[in-house]
């Protein structure tokens, strides 16, 4: 149990394009996801958080507007990198947290590997 | 906010002995403290955690220690093997309605038979 998937697992895009990623709690239902980035070598760093039905909630120097975030389910959340840059590349990674195992986990995705050329 | 500390960044270790990695914390509120394990491309994945109001968790070879007066917290890993080897990050969280987690820098674990 606690499964959480990603789609899609890599992705390449060209600069100035937009890219969607997708998250899903495919075994439980999941009222607040994260999203995190990864850079190589290095720690994961929190983005932002989704609550469903309510906007998300971004982590200081964090643009809201160039990583939008939809969570429109209780198994599914969104970010789409809006007008990629080479430095959006990243590896992207998002969790959800399941009640029914316990106010605390967070279950990971994944992740989905972003290259923007 | 909350800053969280993690000792080694690499550790070594030659299979069948017994690896630690030592995490703290500063933000005496946190009472959520799990350990992830991430494999090179993958995402992380919950190995064990432990709350605030227990002192110590086991299973099978993996074991979490918790500090809460010197705020710190362990992870033991006994009898290694190859497959151990990844990447561990500890983290910490106060378990309030979003439970947002603070992560360390991570351990790189490797294992040599």
């Known amino acids: 149990g606690a499964v959480v998937s990603q789609h899609p697992s890599w992705v390449i895009c060209k600069s100035g394009t937009s890219v969607k990623i997708e998250c899903r709690s495919l075994?439980?239902?999941?009222?607040?996801m994260f999203w995190y980035r990864q850079f190589p070598k290095q720690s994961l760093m929190l983005m932002a958080t989704s609550n469903e039905g309510s906007k998300a909630t971004y982590e200081q120097g964090v643009e809201k507007d160039k990583f939008l975030i939809n969570h429109a389910s209780l198994t599914l959340s969104t970010l789409t990198v809006t007008s990629a840059h080479p430095e959006d590349s990243s590896f992207y990674i998002c969790?959800?947290?399941?009640?029914?195992?316990?106010?605390?986990?967070?279950?990971f995705g994944p992740g989905t590997r972003l290259t923007v050329t | 906010g909350e800053n969280v500390e993690q000792h080694p960044s690499t550790l070594s270790v030659q299979e069948g002995d017994s690896a630690v990695i030592k995490c703290t914390y500063s933000?005496?509120?946190?009472?959520?403290f799990p350990w992830y394990k991430q494999e090179l491309g993958k995402g992380p994945q919950l190995i064990i955690d432990?709350?605030?109001?227990?002192g110590e968790k086991k299973d099978q070879r993996i074991a979490v220690t918790l500090n809460k007066t010197a705020k710190h917290f362990s992870l033991h890993i006994t009898e290694t093997q190859p497959e151990d080897s990844a990447v561990y990050f500890c983290?910490?969280?106060?378990?309030?309605?979003?439970?947002?987690?603070?992560f360390g820098a991570g351990t790189q674990v490797v294992v040599t038979p």
């Open positions: 075994d439980f239902q999941a009222t607040t």
């Open positions: 933000d005496s509120a946190s009472n959520y």
């Open positions: 432990i709350r605030s109001n227990v």
């Open positions: 983290a910490a969280s106060i378990t309030d309605s979003w439970g947002k987690l603070q």
């Open positions: 969790s959800a947290r399941a009640l029914r195992q316990g106010p605390y986990e967070q279950y």
